[in-house]
């Protein structure tokens, strides 16, 4: 697949200085930010989800997609240029190629956030049967007769 940026010839280029807000969270914009060139940082609730530097990387689409508020914001730690799509989803409509584009990002990302949370899972699941081996010695010290009754089990 085509970098996004290859798509992006002819967008309006806006330009963000370092702690600017380019997206707030809470807010419904409606648009699309597609980084060009600086670092930013996607804030939730008061914290730091992620840095970005990467060029391409595109930034509203779950607003614009879902039609709600921004569930972050996109703040500039550096000066930031991006291309801007103010009707994005009139945009999306009509340039499937960047429906496309956001599509695999998202399923991407959706890949690698249930990968993690499996691991989440798993990594609780041991943790508790590490647990289970903690709470069998101390009752073989309170009572060792009921701890013979729990391993037959």
């Known amino acids: 697949m085509a970098d996004i940026l290859d798509y992006c010839s002819g967008l309006e280029e806006v330009r963000f200085k370092s702690g600017?807000?380019?997206?707030?969270?809470?807010?419904r914009l409606g648009k699309l930010l597609i980084l060009i060139e600086g670092q930013v940082e996607v804030i939730r609730e008061r914290t730091q989800v992620t840095h970005v530097d990467e060029p391409g990387s595109i930034f509203g689409e779950m607003a614009v997609l879902l039609d709600m508020p921004h569930s972050a914001t996109v703040k500039a730690l550096s000066d930031v240029r991006a291309y801007e799509i103010p009707d994005a989803l009139t945009f999306l409509d009509t340039r499937p190629e960047f429906s496309l584009h956001i599509a695999t990002m998202l399923a991407r990302r959706l890949y690698y956030t249930t990968s993690y949370l499996v691991d989440l899972q798993q990594q609780a699941a041991g943790k508790r049967q590490d647990l289970d081996l903690v709470d069998e010695i101390l009752a073989s010290l309170v009572d060792p007769a009921e701890a013979g009754k729990k391993k037959k089990r």
Request: overall charge negative; hydrophobic content about 25%.
């Open 20 to 27: 600017q807000n380019m997206l707030p969270e809470g807010e």
